[in-house]
């Protein structure tokens, strides 16, 4: 059976490293809805990080956003959302503050940490939001936070921080990278396999037409749970390890090369 929901990853899937959709790849999935696959995003972006792409592309299906954790039209309509408990917030902040370590948190759709600092900045350009930096006030943004997101000085740091909060925080959080130096913070059971059940679920698609495709250790759940589990060029040793099928890199246009193969 030919892949009828397909579900990418953005950055460095979706988008190339200049964070763009090029047009083959635009085009390959304009061809793909046209012939009536369902096509979405699963990242770890926020909701509002996420939207100017999904209106280029001009879907109009659920995204799943923030890990799995909110899953929302474009529109604005919430299919699914799952928040972490505000005292187990806390603890992870104060943690990260222990260590010196850059946190920053989700409320709302708005992005909050406490300090303007060269990493807050960096995400900000990476991802094209702007941030909030309220100081000692961060205690009043921690209600509806789907995940927090730590990050490391390096890749080292960001190892050396997943490693602890998991052992740490055992059962009530999952650490998993999904840059060499992004360490997301999200509930157990909550990840992008999770989400993409309930999107064959509203769609009706068995599971043996399901297709996803991502590069980072954020994306194995869903590529380990999809029939077509595929793995771009550019993935990383552990995607490609547990990957069932792999398509060229973000620049070479690997998602038009996933569409041609699995959904036609």
Known sequence: MKAKLFVTDMDGTLLNSQRKITDKVKLAIKKAVKAGVIFTVATGRMHISTLPYVQELGIDVPVITYNGALIKYASGDEVFASY?????VQLLV??????????????????YYSQENELSKFYQTAAGVTGHPVGDALVEYMDKVPKLLLIGRNPEEADRAARDIAAKFAGQIVAVKSTPIYVELIKPGINKASAIAKMAEIYKVPSEAILAIGDSNNDITMLQSAHYGVAMGNANADVKRIAKYQVADCDHDGIAEAIERFCF
Do not use: R, T, V
């Open 84 to 88: 972490l408990d505000k005292q187990l």
């Open 94 to 111: 104060d943690y990260a503050q222990e260590q010196n370590i850059h946190i920053q948190l989700y409320s709302d759709d708005k992005l």
